[in-house]
């Protein structure tokens, strides 16, 4: 817009030196630029400034073009009229019909209009005859000090005056007219208006230098634009990429995790495989220990002949006892089935009544016996441990059947309240002694 702007400054120089090709050529380059941004007025001023310059050269062809022109944007645009009417009034008394004249003019007769219409005015009033109103509004304006206009002002009189027959006064116009055009033509070729063209054309280089860097500047802009949209782009797709192993990481991670679960789960498996097959051996030892107390007691029963009826009865109640766990141990019969736990705890709970009833029995039937052993500050669990001896059975069985792993302290602790010497090795055939003296 800038540069349309100056392409109408520079016509105005252009028309004030009377180069009208050039005035009109400006305005319709400028007329173009303006309907190409969007500024329909300024596109109808120029048009009707390219009309005004195309009239005073008298193209009637060019200015019927521009007239159409002007016409079909003044349809869509109503208030570029204004810039319209002058051309309008001029190309009318230039090429107009003295009908079409007069009805232009009285249209505008008596309106507020600029000096250049009134002029135009008065010369179309004369064009038609009608001389005497063309005076009146001549009278009515003032000369200008612009030399330009004061010359069309005279222009316009003298020509009024000639038509009404006024000869003398319009020769003094002329003679006026000529005077100040010879003043206008000193001042065109003056230092002054050159330098203004050349300052203009200056002008016009230095804004075209200014729109060529403004290009580049955008260039640039839009350049680096581009440069951040790619950079951005190729951050995108390295967070992209980034996301991406973080995702690979976590899944790798969560396999081994999986991994390390079965891993920890296939030696959980195995230690309660490796537990259970400990308590089968626990248990098939624990079987065996009892096979072998069951052997022992029914080799004692076969001795009866030497213990009292009670003691007899302990033992064979024991007996049945361990036949009974064992019939149910090792029957393939659901109903006997027990967990292992809870099994020994029940032998150990009968053995704990064996040993109470066999020192229960000795009570009974050897109270001698057993008063010795208790002024001797022995307690229960000693003289229980005593009456396995007491039944036939010796040390090492007796260290397996109570199942203590302090059973040589529990001996040497019952041999010292009781006063045993230290030669007397075998506390069995000590106590067997023992049970037949008292």
């Known amino acids: 817009m800038l540069y349309a702007n100056l392409l109408v400054a520079q016509g105005i120089l252009y028309n004030k030196q009377y180069k009208i090709s050039n005035f009109i050529s400006n305005n319709l380059q400028a007329a173009k630029i303006y309907g190409s941004i969007g500024?329909?007025?300024?596109?109808?001023?120029?048009?009707?400034?390219?009309?005004?310059?195309?009239?005073?050269?008298?193209?009637?062809?060019?200015?019927?073009?521009?007239?159409?022109?002007?016409?079909?944007l003044i349809d869509r645009y109503p208030d570029g009229e204004k810039y319209f009417i002058f051309p309008l009034v001029s190309y009318t008394i230039a090429y107009g019909t003295n009908n079409e004249i007069a009805t232009v003019l009285d249209e505008l007769k008596g309106k507020k209009v600029s000096e250049n219409i009134q002029m135009n005015l008065a010369y179309g009033y004369a064009k038609i005859g009608r001389g005497l109103e063309a005076l009146d509004i001549l009278s009515n304006i003032e000369i200008a000090k612009n030399p330009s206009d004061s010359l069309k002002f005279l222009t316009a009189k003298t020509f009024v005056l000639e038509s009404i027959g006024n000869h003398e006064e319009a020769l003094k116009s002329y003679k006026y007219y000529v005077y100040l055009l010879e003043n206008f033509h000193q001042e065109l070729f003056s230092n002054e208006l050159i330098f203004a063209d050349k300052k203009h054309q200056l002008e016009v280089q230095t804004l075209i230098s200014i729109q060529k860097r403004d290009k580049f500047i955008w260039g640039c802009l839009c350049g680096l634009f581009v440069l951040i949209i790619v950079i951005g782009l190729v951050y995108h797709q390295y967070r992209i990429g980034v996301s991406k192993r973080i995702i690979a990481e976590q899944e790798n991670l969560g396999l081994r995790m999986k991994q390390d679960a079965l891993v920890k789960e296939k030696e959980r498996m195995e230690l309660e495989k490796r537990n259970a097959e400990l308590e089968a051996e626990n248990l098939r030892l624990e079987i065996s220990r009892l096979?072998?107390?069951?052997?022992?007691?029914?080799?004692?029963?076969?001795?009866?002949?030497?213990?009292?009826?009670?003691?007899?009865?302990?033992?064979?109640?024991?007996?049945?006892?361990?036949?009974?766990?064992?019939?149910?141990?090792?029957?393939?019969?659901?109903?006997y089935a027990k967990p292992y736990n809870k099994w020994i705890e029940s032998i150990h709970k009968d053995k704990n009544q064996f040993m109470n009833s066999t020192r229960l029995a000795f009570a009974a039937s050897y109270p001698t016996f057993m008063e010795y052993l208790k002024q001797h500050d022995l307690s229960e669990e000693e003289i229980n441990y005593l009456c396995l001896y007491a039944i036939g059975l010796r040390g090492k069985e007796v260290g397996e059947y109570i199942q203590l792993k302090r059973h040589y302290n529990v001996s040497s602790i019952i041999r010292k309240k009781l006063g045993i010497d230290e030669h007397e090795t075998n506390i069995g055939l000590y106590i067997k002694r023992l049970l037949k003296e008292l």
């Open 39 to 72: 500024r329909p007025l300024l596109e109808i001023k120029s048009y009707s400034n390219a009309l005004d310059g195309e009239i005073v050269l008298d193209n009637k062809s060019k200015a019927d073009s521009l007239i159409q022109i002007c016409s079909g």
């Open 291 to 335: 096979s072998n107390e069951q052997a022992e007691l029914n080799e004692l029963l076969q001795k009866q002949h030497e213990f009292t009826l009670p003691i007899q009865e302990a033992i064979r109640t024991r007996l049945d006892i361990l036949n009974s766990l064992l019939a149910k141990e090792i029957s393939s019969n659901e109903s």
